[in-house]
């Protein structure tokens, strides 16, 4: 998470920072400044009056000042320089007009200013050089002035203190400034940090709410698909239970049909128990979402079962003129495989190819022994499915859009209960569509 301070922010709240500091130096000093009469009454008892009142006068010129610049919103760093100058020329005229022996405690008070000042104050250090160079000025001239005493007695009796405090006192500020400036940039990170984690925050909680609404409306859609499929299941197997006692009725009459009726009711009759057990299987949704589906396994010849669903479609490829091409091995390869549910496999990927054929089209189907697997192929050399609209027929159990032009609305969901079935059975389903045509492939073990 990056955060940037702009130049003009930083310096908006360092004056914040300084106004605050500002208005404690101020308060301090109304407060403060007129008590120091009593030093004035101590040790210099014949002018006290006089500097009563005169530093009344600067308490109350410093206090209508603060309200000035607090109204108008002037620059702190002025009323800070009026202020000091103001106290620097009342304590820079008493250092000179005092006592021999009072001038250690004027000078020692007139540095203590200099250093409260510099210990309060938040401004660039080059402000306190120029006020205590100001100091100095002062000095010297009312020591021109008004001094009686040569200047070697006054640096002797405490200027000279008062020059060392004063000069070192300049690089407080400095310091003190850089630690501010770097508390207040803190602040500011802090505070764009918090902003950023609570937008972040607000942004998580509104995609876990549409997150929330879209699970509660899938679990709606999931519900509403189990409940289809369960009423849809339930009408089918009372049909198929239906077809399947009329055809045991019929083949107790057997003896009244003619060997093609009677090839006709077996067909009939094992598609109807196959459909039977498909549904038993399929009933249940969660059965198969779940990787655990069960079987019933037994050992059959892969390539008669490939054999008896090609014969079966031999008609209905017939009636969209499609070729299909017998290349299924005579060799008996044996599988250890659910019967009905590879079947299954078989004749919806080969009903599909035939479904999604063009016309005078040729589609074989071959089937062969490699590395001991048994490897079942259709190969459409008609026009590209798509692989891109393969992939999707494969992997989603759900009906794909209209494809455009006069090919067949394409229902992906046998294709998909197809690679579902092979994957549960152990064994491998691969696809692809390019511009050769389209190909599918399935791999089972066999039985040695």
């Known amino acids: ?17 300084a106004w605050y500091q500002t208005n404690n130096i101020i308060w301090i000093i109304i407060f403060v400044y007129p008590s120091l009469v009593i030093v004035d009454f101590i040790f210099a008892n014949s002018i006290w009056v006089q500097f009563l009142f005169v530093r009344i006068i600067i308490d109350l010129l410093i206090l209508g000042l603060y309200s000035l610049f607090q109204r108008k919103n002037y620059d702190y760093r002025l009323l800070l320089h009026i202020t000091l100058f ?14 021999l022996q009072q001038l250690n405690i004027y000078y020692l008070l007139f540095a203590t200013i200099i250093l409260f000042f510099n210990l309060m104050v938040f401004w660039e250090p080059i402000n306190s050089v120029l006020q205590t160079l100001l100091a100095f000025l002062l000095l010297a001239i009312f020591f021109r002035l008004f001094s009686q005493y040569s200047l ?32 207040v940039r803190s602040q500011i990170l802090i505070g764009k940090s918090n902003e950023q984690l609570k937008e972040q925050n607000h942004d998580i909680n509104e995609k876990n709410n549409i997150i929330d609404s879209q699970y509660e409306q899938l679990r709606r859609l999931d519900n509403q698909k189990n409940s289809f499929i369960n009423i849809a299941g339930h009408d089918l197997k009372n049909l198929i239970g239906s077809i399947i006692m009329s055809t045991n009725l019929i083949k107790e009459e057997d003896y009244r049909l003619s060997a093609d009726q009677l090839e006709f009711i077996g067909y ?17 949704v969660k059965e198969i979402e779940s990787p655990e589906m069960k079987f019933n396994v037994e050992v059959f010849d892969a390539n008669a079962e490939v054999l008896h669903v090609f014969r079966g479609l031999v008609e209905t490829a017939q009636m969209k003129n499609i070729h299909l091409i017998d290349n299924i091995s005579k060799l008996p390869l044996n599988v250890n495989l659910d019967r009905v ?31 001991e697997k048994f490897v079942f192929e259709i190969i459409d050399e008609g026009a590209a499915i798509g692989q891109e609209e393969l992939d999707t027929m494969f992997n989603k159990l759900k009906t794909l859009s209209e494809a455009s032009g006069p090919v067949e609305n394409r229902l992906g969901l046998g294709l998909s209960i197809a690679k579902l079935m092979t994957r549960e059975m152990g064994g491998e389903l691969l696809y692809r569509s390019d511009d050769n045509g389209n190909y599918f492939r399935v791999e089972f073990h066999v039985i040695n």
């Not at 702009?6 to 914040?16: P, V």
């Not at 006054?154 to 850089?178: D, E, H, M, T």
């Not at 549910?341 to 005078?360: C, H, P, R, Y």
């Open 1 to 17: 998470m990056f955060v940037q301070i702009k130049k003009e922010e930083l310096l908006k709240e360092i004056s914040k920072k």
């Open 86 to 99: 103001l106290l620097s020329v009342t304590s820079a005229l008493l250092c000179n007009i005092v006592e």
């Open 152 to 183: 070697d007695l006054v640096i002797g009796n405490g200027a000279q203190i008062f020059f060392i405090i004063a000069l070192i006192s300049c690089l407080v500020p400095g310091s003190r400034y850089k630690i501010i400036e770097r508390d």
């Open 268 to 284: 009939i009759s094992e598609s109807s128990e196959k459909i039977q057990y498909l549904l038993n299987k399929l009933m249940d």
């Open 341 to 371: 549910f590879a079947g299954q496999v078989f004749q919806n990927l080969l009903s599909n190819a035939i479904k999604f054929s063009q016309t005078n089209n040729n589609i074989r189907v071959v089937t062969s022994l490699q590395k």
